[in-house]
């Protein structure tokens, strides 16, 4: 039995990090208009938000990496975004071979954001907010303006708050966005790698399922060993 106390209370905190991170600190994060016919091999720039519980700027101090990343179920590919002028607002300039990639707004240490899907040669498709999200936007009280005429889609200009069940969804623009060089504060020179990478299995719901088949495998030897 103290075997098995010990096992759970290592397995605790185990859990507690793979939970979702809506529990806490939640961020959404929202697409400017992306360019409608996007091909492989080329480069475009896309713009986006990241917004703390999907309303606001971050508020706190290092946020971490911010930026895209796109996964094909082969290859996953990041591209490190550039913050620009206004609050919350970046910049990533992307390049991708053909395929269909799978988009995720990495937002520091916030849960990735599953922002929708990008086919190349195609357009990204946006995925509206998740219900649940969608409901604690809406149920929050009007927000300070932090913009101005320049200011986050779904955001009317004037305005604090997003309108109602607003999604992160742009309609495509005819041309790629400014580079981020151009409009960002204090980021001359600022040079944007892509990091390639195999796809891993091992993350979240995969790591929290093979820490209990270790843990169930240890109890059943253990009562081997008994017998």
Known sequence: ?????????????????????????????????????????TTYTLGFWLLQHGTHPYEGDDLGEVGLKFTDGKRTVGFPGVELREPSHYAAAISLPPGTWKVEGVQGWF??????????????????????????????????????????????AGTASPSPSTSPAASPAASPAVSPSAGAAGAPGTTTVAVVEPDSWWRPPYTVAAVLALVALGVVAHRVRRR
Do not use: N
């Open 1 to 41: 039995m103290k075997r098995i106390l010990l096992i759970l209370a290592i397995l605790a905190p185990v859990l507690a990090l793979a939970a979702p991170a809506r529990a806490g600190g939640w961020a959404v994060t929202y697409m400017d208009p992306a360019p409608a016919d996007m091909r492989p091999h």
């Open 111 to 156: 849960a990735p954001y599953a922002i929708g899907t990008l086919s190349v040669p195609g357009s990204l498709k946006v995925d509206p907010i998740p219900k649940d999200l969608q409901r604690a936007i809406d149920d929050q009280a009007p927000q300070k303006d932090h913009w101005g005429e320049i200011h986050p889609p779904g955001f009317p």
